[in-house]
């Protein structure tokens, strides 16, 4: 429910209206407005009669949320949400903004050599995992706050913001004190303490769905967060499980376009492990930014065959920069700028 106040209710108009949501046993969220301030109702699950809040003064008028995922639900704001970072970039404007890196860090000399070209082909952020969900344990786990301190150190040189996962609450604490975005990965969809965490860290946050998440589970998903306190989340397409393993994923373009038409939070296209092929990640990542993805996360190494994790959907330093030319063209067509350009 949102009530709608006029643009001449006063504090205490608004403040009643705040009270008499309590009474009722849920919680006001006032959201002031240039013209006017509307106050959300939240922890209800199920309808609430806005014939409740008619007759008070000031009220314009209570509109139902008929969306399970409220408060990121476009009936509840209009708007875009905009996620600015500190090196100027701006989430879910205009501008597409493009994010690359390796799926792990793994040295300071393979992270400083990507983040430059990264840098040099137009990409505004930088990605790389310090901290590695695997799914054998055998495999590499990542240089964990090592590997924080190494992308801290590019991101100062070459002006790049940075994101990184978080595994659990532990290493959220540690990648909000060192990135500028954290990243819940698909295995952590619906870990809802660690949701609930990243809701109180005050850092932007990019969900990733799930492997196997209807797209209302994912928005309920980023709910957690919002309703924690951080309406800083980006949602972030990274392929679903499918039953042909022509590809590692089935990339779902569909799910960028339909999120749009669902919620006003930025959605990003992540092509990498969408597809895990790297022939693949170039036309999807067209395709993602037609489909209107406000960013593209792509994996990308130095030397891909060398890569601890994932190197076979990395792309060659070449075929990055090939690869923003030719989403800056598709943006263009769209009447969007590519970040930082
Ligand atoms: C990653 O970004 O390297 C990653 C592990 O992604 P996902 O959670 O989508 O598998
Ligand atoms: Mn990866």
């Not at 493009?98 to 793994?106: D, L």
């Not at 999120?259 to 492990?273: E, Q, R």
């Amino acid at each position: 429910m949102l009530i709608v106040m006029h643009h001449e209710a006063t504090p205490e108009d608004v403040e009643a209206v705040c009270a008499r949501i309590r009474k009722l046993g849920f919680e006001p969220r006032p959201m002031p407005g240039e013209q006017r301030t509307a106050i959300g109702l939240v922890g209800n699950d199920g309808p609430v009669d806005p014939a409740r809040f008619h007759g008070l003064p000031g009220v314009l008028r209570a509109i139902p949320v008929s969306a399970p995922y409220k408060q990121v639900s476009l009936e509840w704001q209009a708007a875009p949400t905009i996620i600015e970072l500190a090196n100027g970039t701006r989430i879910g404007g205009d501008a597409v903004v493009m994010m690359g890196g390796p799926c792990s860090v793994e040295t300071e000399r393979q992270l400083m050599t990507t983040a430059e070209y990264v840098a040099a082909a137009g990409a505004t952020v930088l990605r790389g995992g310090a901290y590695k969900p695997r799914t054998s344990p055998y495999s590499f786990q990542g240089l964990g706050e090592d590997g924080l301190k190494l992308l801290a150190k590019a991101r100062d040189v070459f002006g790049l913001a940075v994101i990184t996962e978080a595994l659990d609450e532990a290493s959220a604490e540690k990648v909000a004190e060192y990135a500028d975005i954290i990243q819940i990965g698909a295995r952590n969809m619906q870990n809802f303490g660690l949701l609930k965490h990243v809701g109180r860290l005050g850092r932007p946050v990019m969900l990733k769905r799930g492997h196997a998440n209807t797209v209302k589970e994912w928005l309920l998903a980023a709910e957690y967060i919002v309703h924690a306190g951080n309406p800083q989340v980006m949602l972030c397409e990274r392929g679903i499980r499918g039953f042909d393993n022509v590809t590692r994923n089935v990339f779902d373009v569909s799910a960028i376009a339909v999120a749009k038409t669902m919620t006003h939070l930025p959605v990003i296209g992540d092509p990498s492990h969408g597809t895990g092929k790297r022939e693949l990640i170039v036309p999807m990542a067209r395709a993602a930014v037609a489909a209107g993805a406000d960013g593209l996360i792509v994996e990308t190494h130095p030397e891909p065959t060398e890569a601890l994790s994932d190197g076979q959907q990395a792309l060659y330093p070449q075929q990055f920069h090939d690869m923003v030319r030719q989403v800056g063209q598709v943006a263009q067509v769209l009447g969007r700028p590519l970040a930082g350009q």
